[in-house]
């Protein structure tokens, strides 16, 4: 054919021969006619080694290619199977796409720079194809960039969070490498058979080497890093702490709002009016840290000190707990100490609750601020993911997530397809 080269590089594909173009003009459809170069034919889809020929398969097959301008293009080929040694009879491998796919490479590289880039809606507009057809590309992309890397080597600093998504009905456990900010490794569930496959993962040498986790104070975890790196100081990372914190305030504050409107005590609830709603209002002021206050919530938070000294001074414990961690170690020793000695007095159930969780973590919460652990790093992640999870809302599969997650924030961000 004329112009072969061309329509190679317009077609993004290499090892391939261009046999014929033809515009399909009812479908608007560029059509490719194409064959493996003759190096390349005659291999296994799954392992690439060559075999000899089965038969000749399910006939033509197309694999949607990137558009040209506006154009929707396909290239269209013969699917032979060959007789694989170890996999038997397989469809043969193309050099422009991978096993099984139904798109090339190029077009499958674009959908997963997009999805980690841009919005759900610009990905399944812009590429013309369902969310969930995003979901099955990233997965095989994620795959290939999973073999290629060894996204374990030195790590020794870890953190290790659970996720939840769906409302709550699911999770995902995250690890993080507290040096890089990378996310290193996720997974379904959050129990401890599944950081257990993390530690499986990693190796038993590897294991040896990590001298530093964090966590949130879960026990499952708590129990399978003490087995599994015994040597590792274990440290509570502080923004789990200080959001117990800010639970116990709320839960404080949901009291008085409901004491307020009668709710208590078998009345019926009345309307949320004057004190009441005013309360409800005043969630924001508890909530932020007070050098992010506005002067309105200023204002809000002084009405509070004035009229609800009990919710006051759970505002005030939430706020002292979170000023522990900024301290430098001797003095967070002490600052933790008064706190604890204050909350245990105080008379409000929920703090002196949250108390009992201080003093049960104590070591780990001091070992976080000892060690100095990039407490931030693994709180944008945590963020992060929580994103991902929202928008992966519709994948048919837990591991289309997963893939999302790692390609996003797994330090191996997908390039553009012809761009390397
Ligand atoms: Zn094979």
């Known amino acids: ?33 194409v064959r493996p170069r003759k190096r390349s034919r005659g291999r296994c889809g799954r392992c690439g080694r060559r075999s000899p020929g089965y038969d000749r398969g399910a006939g033509r097959r197309r694999w949607r290619a990137l558009d040209l301008g506006t154009v929707q293009v396909v290239l269209e080929a013969d699917a032979p199977r060959v007789a694989c040694r170890t996999h038997g009879p397989s469809v043969a491998a193309v050099p422009w796409a991978r ?4 798109h090339t490479y190029a077009f499958d590289e674009q959908v997963a720079w ?36 060894d996204r374990f080597a030195g790590l020794t600093r870890l953190g290790i969070d659970e996720i939840s998504y769906k ?26 058979a599944t950081l257990h496959q993390f530690f499986d993962a990693l190796g038993e040498t590897r294991c040896g ?3 530093h986790v964090s966590a949130d104070g879960a026990d499952w975890i708590a129990t399978v890093v003490a087995a599994r790196c015994p040597k590792a100081v274990r440290c509570a990372d502080p923004f789990h702490v200080v959001a117990w914190a800010t639970d116990a305030l709320d839960e404080v504050r949901r009291l008085a709002w409901n004491e307020a409107r009668g709710a208590v005590g078998g009345r019926r609830a009345g309307r949320a009016t ?30 509070v000190a004035r009229t609800d000294p009990r919710l006051y001074r759970a505002y005030l414990l939430k706020e002292g707990l979170r000023l522990v961690f900024r301290l430098p170690y001797e003095d ?12 245990r007095r105080c008379r409000i159930e929920a703090f002196v609750k ?24 693994i709180e944008s992640v945590n963020t992060k993911v929580r994103l991902i999870t929202r928008i992966a809302f519709g994948f048919r599969s837990p591991e289309a997530l997963i893939a999302l997650a790692m390609l996003s924030l797994g330090g191996h961000r997908p390039a553009l397809p012809g761009r390397k």
């Open 114 to 149: 997009l999805a980690t880039q841009t919005s759900k809606s610009a990905v399944t507009e812009l590429m013309r194809i369902a969310w969930r057809t995003v979901g099955a590309i990233i997965t095989r992309v994620w795959a290939d960039v999973e073999a290629l890397h």
């Open 274 to 303: 004057g004190h009441a709603k005013a309360l409800k209002g005043a969630r924001y002021s508890l909530w932020k840290n007070p050098e992010n206050l506005t002067e309105k919530q200023q204002a809000k938070l002084a009405w």
């Open 167 to 192: 409302r709550g009905h699911r999770y995902v456990t995250i690890v993080v490498d507290h040096d890089s900010g990378r996310l290193v490794w996720a997974a379904p569930g959050r129990d401890k």
């Open 354 to 377: 949250l108390q009992k969780s201080i003093v049960k973590h104590r070591h780990a919460i001091l070992a976080a601020i000892e060690h100095g652990l990039s407490n931030g790093r």
């Open 99 to 102: 096993h099984g796919a139904g």
């Open 209 to 211: 080497a990590v001298t």
């Open 1 to 33: 054919m004329q112009n072969a080269t061309l329509w190679r590089g317009l077609l993004g594909v290499e090892k391939t021969v261009v046999e014929d173009i033809e515009f399909d003009e009812g479908e608007q459809l560029l059509v490719a006619s």
């Open 332 to 343: 967070a020793v002490e600052a933790l100490e008064r706190w604890i000695g204050w909350a």
